[in-house]
């Protein structure tokens, strides 16, 4: 114990203390994308290869810094479908799409060298960190966090940020309204929190945000979202256009589910307190109206499977959906 500790008082929020080990072998930041530039500026890399259908805040935060980007697109089967030609100066970013593309990743870093390649893994938390130039990961995807990002890397020198976020606490709102409330009555401060970050310099991991990581129960979450995905595949995967592969151990972001046939619409579903995410209409702006990233923004529907729901809750899921 420090003599700088403090005793008695207050109670806090007690939270669990679980096994750490994983959380320890990573280079932690304020978010994904704060882990993507760093790794870029310390590696002193000047361009790079990004794929049309990403967040725009990603592309945002390397435009930031000066930092040229060469466009690349994706087919049905997510994987590369245009000449690309990466290096370990400039380097291309493929992203393991709802943590369902790990072969896709897999053959990105066989084919062009891990010195060349950095996946981004902010959609698939449960899946391992890559052999290559930087994995990166965004645990509030999955978990019930006010900010924070990962990064594994092979590159010796790859340090954290000496700044630490200490403003996290002004992110709490939403996290807690959703405990007592309903999602609407905080969505507006949910929408101001992600703005907030999407504005910050890169930083280190708040004492918050990895205190409340260490906390979370990350076998049980997988379990449920494993077991949830196979109902889903196991209802939907005859009315899908998706081609998606659902394994034992993939525990995804959400069920991608793009119809065959005409279905229930996403704004039908939101009247009904079913929320799906819009996985990302500033895409629209970067791709043709025939392409495969459009049909994704305009016809995908990204099916909830976390670990907050029983098989009961996905069960309606399905009924909606056929």
């Given at each position: 114990m420090s003599l700088n500790e403090a005793i008695g008082g207050y109670m806090e929020l007690e939270l669990p203390e679980r096994d750490d080990a994983w959380l320890k072998k990573a280079l932690k930041f304020n978010s994904a994308r704060s882990a993507f530039v760093s790794l870029l500026l310390q590696l002193d890399i000047r361009s790079v290869w990004m794929p049309r259908y990403i967040c725009d805040s990603m592309i945002n935060a390397v435009k930031a810094n000066a930092i040229k980007i060469h466009f690349y697109s994706i087919d049905q089967n997510f994987e590369i479908a245009e000449k690309v030609e990466p290096s370990s100066s400039s380097p291309l970013l493929y992203v393991n799409y709802f943590g369902l593309c790990e072969a896709q990743a897999e053959k990105v870093v066989n084919r062009y060298g891990s010195d060349s390649v950095i996946?981004?893994?902010?959609?698939?938390?449960?899946?391992?960190?890559?052999?290559?130039?930087?994995?990166?990961?965004?645990?509030?995807?999955?978990?019930?966090?006010?900010?924070?990002?990962?990064?594994?890397?092979?590159?010796?020198?790859?340090?954290?940020?000496?700044?630490?976020?200490?403003?996290?606490?002004?992110?709490?709102?939403?996290?807690?309204?959703?405990?007592?409330?309903?999602?609407?009555?905080?969505?507006?401060?949910?929408?101001?929190?992600?703005?907030?970050?999407?504005?910050?310099?890169?930083m280190a991991m708040s004492e918050l945000t990895e205190r409340l990581l260490r906390s979370v129960d990350i076998d049980s979450a997988k379990q449920a979202r494993n077991r949830n995905a196979a109902y889903l595949h196991e209802n939907l995967e005859s009315k899908n256009n998706f081609n998606i592969d659902i394994s034992k151990d993939t525990a995804p972001l959400c069920y991608p589910f793009l119809p065959k046939l005409p279905t229930i619409r996403r704004e039908d579903l939101i009247k009904m307190r079913v929320f799906l995410p819009c996985y990302w209409t500033e895409v629209l702006f970067q791709v043709s109206d025939e392409s495969f990233e459009a049909c994704m923004v305009n016809d995908g529907l990204f099916v909830p499977c976390d670990q907050r729901y029983s098989l009961s809750h996905v069960n309606c899921l399905v009924n909606l959906l056929k």
């Open positions: 996946i981004d893994n902010a959609q698939a938390f449960f899946s391992e960190p890559f052999d290559c130039l930087g994995t990166i990961y965004s645990p509030r995807k999955f978990f019930g966090l006010p900010d924070g990002g990962l990064l594994y890397t092979n590159q010796q020198g790859v340090k954290e940020s000496k700044n630490k976020d200490d403003s996290s606490h002004t992110r709490l709102t939403h996290l807690i309204s959703r405990l007592t409330n309903s999602p609407e009555d905080a969505y507006q401060e949910y929408i101001a929190a992600e703005q907030s970050i999407a504005e910050m310099p890169v």
